[in-house]
């Protein structure tokens, strides 16, 4: 049942600075609280404690959403569907796949960084980004055991609340793979050629996110990955527009709902709490708490 700080918090709203925002929404359902919470999926140690209106939200809610049900995860299922769907049969190569030109950017890219990308020639192209981008953050301390779902999963097993998925990993996987083989090429290279600056944009992004800087996600993160149109129609648009249908549902029940998905998803005018707005849904930026 909503807290009487959250309430105080909503009523003040409207008066609040920019910088006294955070990247969490709540929406109002028939008789319950749902609370919107943008994530960033790898954090480092020194981004703890996290922001206290993650604990306002979490102590509220009595069910935990995120983007996959993250404590039924088996290790070794998601491994074998890794494998099956992005690992290259024998006589293929990320190197054919690229392409010639593609592929040489690559490796000129990759050297740059010191990323052995001749090491990843049996992946496909998905794979190999999505490689390449958690090698590079795990390099400057980036972790997913220290990110937002792992610290609520962690606590949410030890105060027995039930976790969701919006979707399935195999779903996530599949929308990876099923990208066009330029998309994938796009994808690759962007992992490679934007990792100069990685570490500086992590850290703006985490204080964008810690004060709930919407203009600087939509002008940098969400401007960037919209230049590529099919990998920002397929793993942000698209997915955001199937969310809406399961929070209507949750909208309907008497639990109080904590929802996480990363915070790339909650901007824009594609971004899932604009998608609410134009439902005719009530939903307010919270503010931080000290």
Known sequence: ???????????????????????????????????????????????????????????????????????????????TLVSSLG???????????????????????????????????????????????QMLLMRIGFNPSMGVEMHLVQRAANDNKDILGLETVEEQLRFLDNLSAEAQREMLLQALLESADI?????????????????????????????????????VVERNRRWIAAINEYMTHDDDYLIIVGALHLVGDDGVPSLLRQQGKTIRQLAKVP
């Open 1 to 79: 049942m909503r807290s009487l700080l959250l309430l105080s918090l909503l009523l003040s709203q409207p008066l609040l600075a920019d910088d006294d925002l955070f990247t969490m929404w709540q929406i109002e359902g028939a008789s319950n609280s749902i609370y919107l919470l943008g994530s960033v999926h790898l954090l480092r140690a020194s981004d703890h404690p996290l922001p206290a209106m993650i604990d306002v939200a979490y102590e509220d809610a009595e069910v935990l959403v995120m983007e996959i049900d993250m404590d039924d995860i088996d290790p070794i299922q998601t491994q």
């Open 87 to 133: 690992v290259l049969g024998e006589g293929s190569s990320l190197e054919e796949l690229m392409g010639a030109s593609a592929w040489q950017e690559a490796l000129t890219a990759a050297e740059a960084i010191d990323i052995p990308l001749e090491l990843l020639n049996s992946s496909e192209p998905w794979l190999a980004a999505i490689t390449v981008e």
């Open 199 to 235: 570490e500086a944009l992590m850290d703006e992004l985490i204080d964008a996110w810690r004060n709930g800087d919407l203009e600087f996600m939509e002008d940098t993160i969400l401007a960037d990955m919209q230049q590529y149109t099919e990998l920002h129609e397929v793993i």
